[in-house]
């Protein structure tokens, strides 16, 4: 999430109260809106300006004509800049003017200023002392402004003439924002095209068509392949007319897997949802290759709703959820970078307490962490014993380090490269650039960007930060499993002691420097200069590991029941659902009451801060458990909805996808953001939408072809011998065990009773 726009929100409250405060004159506003353009600009002098000498010219006849005899492009100019909308009161600080109608007049250009409000500077037009006080600890404030000016200006030119249009224009006095408490901070005029086609964006649409003509021509190769294949032609011919649909081929598998939340597959020697078939197998390498792109084979494997009988179903559904309330909470915060009614939103905020569902859209993250914990030690713990070998555990972590990077990259030089060109607007200009990009995407592809930049809002794109926490839980992750794979004892105390690591460091960092958890509310005094909480806290892995912890206990448990069955009283069952209920409303919830007190306590804030997340994750882990051993009713009916499926498939590109589609969406607005329940619903689902749509596409594009070719270029060695049951047909088809080399088996379950209670031989398949 972007918490960075908390101070945002926080310096809303007080500089609703400094304008409230003020003594607005009627008349004053009168001239404001619609005079600003006219008088004031007479007394402008004729002063020499850094600029060219073609941009001064106009400058001049743009600033200096007598407002009787204004030529009609002067005219429509200064009408298309931005002016002191109605809103003032309510923080509406965006005046972007009119983007069209300066864009159609001949020899003139849209730019956006961007400024900074000197909130010290500032202060000093209010008598309140305690207004005065509470703006000079916040500093600067972000105001956008409109202004339609001569083409052949550039923008060092308007940099440099600012100050004079500030002074001629008189907009800012006149709202008692004095001039002196203005300081710029960007020039940024409209451009065709958006930006340059540069080298990188020639070369990323010419792999976008490569990878496109790969999967068409691929597909179309896949269907020749089987007329030919198939005797006589005729009768296929009928069949296809009659069944046009095909989910599988026989030598496909089922989805069989359930992995890290965002994705399948963790780097086990387990099946994976692209595994060559048999016929693929007897085909040469060129074909091969070209087949794992093919558009038909992956899209019949994304499509199909069938769950096999290891997998958990209800997690398919906890994965959807959770990353559609993450784009929830993004479409709410991502636009209030704009907005024109803070107020409102603050009041809803206090008012509403459903609305801290969206406020705290924080905790789907933690989701995720709980859900990677908890599917990689369940699958790990099944399959240990195969991870004996240097070799075996280098493709433990090359395997996950494939699944994700190829998307990741993409995702990139998408971002980088290819939004621009889709679309236009005040604000679009302004969004081209991607400097950090240029600078840091290395980070981004080493999983270490929540350390490097040091700030959270310097990543290339800052929403991957969870990717980085994700691989690095990952690396560390054996020291947790080996121990609780061979010495039960030794493992729960290594987790329990990491644990109570990650909730010190976490209280320490929100205690020393007095950082604020209450993210709607006032902030409190920071002790270092820089701190807060996003870059400190919200994204570093000390203070995330908790749920994946939870998530790795869980896992443990419930590899070691296996496929027995668990006996639960209702009344225990029904005391287990309370409790989780409890726990996750409390932590979702539990903030409402700060809205009407004053902030939160130094102890609340490190109490809240470094425990919700572990509370959250206790939470879902009864979820999982109950609806796995049969207590979850309509519940694990729900999340275990086979339409769920396909989507859980495209989990990983939704979340690396939705914030590009909610950049574009918002930074196509020609007027601020307005913040309201009923448009914001309708914001969220055009947002769900197009964003599994775009992962759809991104999902048969990257991820499916890049898992095929693991398996073509770095086969699946042979997994463990399976038995079945010859005495017992009845079992036979539900007792599917790994077999070990060298322990008994009894009635083909690898069994040893000493070896079991220490935790190392139940390497059965529990994923019933």
């Known amino acids: 999430m972007a918490a960075q726009n908390v101070k945002f929100l926080v310096l809303a409250l007080c500089c609703c109260a400094v304008f409230a405060d003020v003594q607005v004159n009627p ?16 007394s402008m002098a004729q002063d020499s300006y850094d600029v060219s000498a073609e941009c001064e010219a106009e400058i001049n006849r743009l600033i200096n004509s007598n407002p009787k005899t204004l030529e009609t492009d002067v005219v429509m100019a200064l009408d298309a800049f931005g002016k002191p909308p109605a809103g003032i009161l309510q ?35 209010t008598t309140n002392k305690n207004i005065a006080t509470s703006l000079g600890e916040v500093g600067l404030f972000g105001m956008k402004w409109g202004v339609c000016l001569p083409s052949n200006c550039s923008e060092n030119d308007i940099s440099a003439v600012l100050t004079h249009l500030l002074d001629a224009l008189k907009v800012f006095e006149s709202v008692n924002i004095p001039l002196d408490a203005l300081e710029e901070q960007s020039v940024t005029c409209a451009k065709d095209p958006t930006i340059p086609y540069s080298a990188g964006v020639i070369c990323t649409i010419i ?36 069944r046009p649909w095909r989910l599988l081929d026989d030598s496909d598998e089922a989805d069989d897997d359930d992995d890290v939340p965002i994705l399948k597959d963790v780097g086990t020697a387990g099946p994976s949802i692209n595994r060559e078939g048999n016929e693929m197998k007897k085909q040469n390498l060129a074909t091969r290759l070209l087949l794992c792109f093919a558009l038909n084979r992956n899209l019949a494997k994304l499509m199909d709703t069938k769950q096999g009988d290891k997998t958990i179903g209800s997690l398919n559904g906890i994965r959807v959820i959770s990353m559609t309330w993450v784009m929830l909470g993004h479409t709410l915060v991502f636009g209030l970078g704009s907005s024109d009614n803070l107020p409102t939103l603050l009041s809803w905020v206090k ?33 240990f014993r195969e991870l004996r070998s240097v070799k075996t555990w280098a493709l433990f972590y090359f395997h996950r380090y494939w699944r994700l990077t190829p998307l990741l990259a993409f995702t990139i030089l998408i971002w980088m490269y290819i939004p621009q060109f889709f ?31 040091k700030a959270f809002e310097g990543e290339c794109i800052a929403w991957t930060w969870y990717l980085a926490n994700d691989m690095q839980f990952f690396i560390i992750s054996p020291l947790l499993l080996a121990p609780l794979f061979y010495f039960p004892i030794f493992g729960w105390l290594a987790l329990v002691a990491t644990l109570i690591a990650s909730f010190v460091s976490t209280g320490l960092i929100i205690g020393t420097n007095d950082l604020s958890v ?9 002790k270092l200069p820089g701190a807060d909480f996003s870059s ?19 896992g443990y448990i419930m590899h070691r029941i296996g496929k027995r069955r668990v006996k639960m009283s209702p009344v225990l069952a029904l005391l287990g659902w309370l409790a989780a209920a409890g726990l996750a409303l409390s932590v979702v919830y539990g903030l409402y009451p700060t809205t009407h007190t004053p902030p939160m306590t130094k102890a609340a804030n490190i109490v809240y ?3 919700s997340r572990f509370v959250w994750a206790l939470a879902l882990a009864w979820v999982v458990f109950a609806c796995k051993y049969g207590y979850g009713g309509w519940i694990n009916t729900f999340l275990s909805w086979s339409a769920w499926v396909p989507l859980a498939r495209v989990t990983f590109p939704a979340y690396l996808f939705h914030p590009i589609v909610i950049f574009v969406f918002y930074y196509n607005f020609a007027s601020p953001f307005h913040f309201s329940v009923y448009l914001l619903a309708f914001y969220f689902a055009g947002v769900v939408s197009v964003s599994y749509l775009v992962a759809v596409l991104a999902s048969l594009a990257i991820e499916y072809p890049f898992a095929n070719l693991e398996k073509v270029l770095l086969p699946t060695p042979p997994r463990a011998k399976q038995l079945k049951d010859r005495s017992n047909p009845d079992t036979a088809s539900t007792d599917v065990v790994t077999v070990v080399t060298g322990s008994p088996v009894r009635n083909s379950v690898a069994y040893d009773d000493s070896a079991y209670r220490r935790g190392v031989a139940d390497s059965r398949e529990v994923m019933s």
């Open 27 to 42: 008349l004053k506003f009168k001239d404001i809106l619609y005079k600003s353009w006219s008088p004031p600009m007479q």
């Open 91 to 125: 923080l509406n600080v965006a005046w972007l003017g009119h983007y069209d109608e300066c864009m159609t007049i001949d020899g003139f250009n849209y730019c956006l200023i961007g400024l900074n409000v000197n909130t010290t500077k500032l202060s000093k037009s």
């Open 351 to 383: 008012t509403h307490a459903g609305f801290q569902a969206i406020a705290n859209a924080y905790f789907s993250v933690d989701s995720f962490f709980f859900l990677s914990g908890f599917l990689l030690a369940f699958l790990t713990f099944a399959r």
């Open 536 to 554: 400190m806290v919200y994204g570093k892995p000390y203070c995330r590991i908790a749920p994946y912890l939870v998530g790795i206990g869980l």
């Open 423 to 453: 679309g236009s607007g005040p604000l679009w200009q302004s969004s081209a650039a991607r400097p950090l990009c240029s600078q840091y995407w290395w980070s981004d592809l080493l999983y270490i960007n929540n350390f490097w930049p």
């Open 609 to 611: 801060g470094s425990v």
């Open 518 to 526: 209450d993210l709607f509310g006032q902030t409190t005094q920071q």
């Open 207 to 242: 792999l976008c068509g490569f990878i496109a003509s790969l999967m068409i021509v691929g597909a179309l190769y896949d269907e020749f392949l089987k007329l030919q294949a198939e005797k006589p032609l005729g009768p296929s011919l009928g069949l296809r007319i009659r």
